[in-house]
């Protein structure tokens, strides 16, 4: 009989000591909240329209007597490049409601110049309803891949 109550006692004492101990938060390895991913800005894009992006810097559209028609992101708001189905590359640009109704009246045949950070991209063109401005590979400085890679922040 001893024994069972030395047994019960050791038992009870466990009982006791377990339901008691309250931890040492110093001791509890620390959890951190998730940061949340950072939002990238985005553009809705229909599946027939080419994939828009955010352009780095500043882009300026001038015409041909070097006047400025289109400066910043207020008036040309995200730039695109395009492969054509005979893979002819292009770069487009998306003017603003308020510039395409400015360059609506101009000539079709006009060109202008498109410039990043005061640097010549290319020539341009506009389409039908001045909501564009077009940079053909024939037209543009350069390699039209590097250009976009340099309008879009990731080349220098």
């Not at 007597?65 to 893979?87: M, P, Q, R």
């Not at 410039?115 to 940079?135: F, M, Q, Y």
């Amino acid at each position: 009989m001893r024994r069972f109550y030395l047994i019960a006692a050791a038992v009870l004492l466990m009982i006791l000591t377990a339901a008691c101990g309250k931890g040492n938060p110093s001791s509890a390895p620390e959890t951190t909240a998730p940061q949340p991913a950072t939002a990238a800005p985005y553009i809705d894009t229909q599946l027939n329209e080419p994939e828009w992006t955010l352009a780095e810097g500043t882009l300026q559209l001038l015409d041909s007597n070097n006047t400025v028609l289109a400066s910043g992101k207020d008036e040309i708001l995200y730039f695109a490049i395009v492969t054509n189905t005979d893979g002819s590359q292009e770069l487009r640009f998306k003017l603003s409601d308020a510039v395409a109704a400015k360059l609506k009246n101009r000539s079709a045949d006009a060109t202008y110049v498109m410039n990043h950070d005061d640097a010549k991209i290319g020539d341009a063109t506009l389409n039908s309803d001045g909501t564009e401005a077009v940079i053909t590979k024939e037209n543009t400085v350069g390699d039209i891949t590097q250009a976009a890679s340099k309008i879009r922040g990731l080349a220098q």
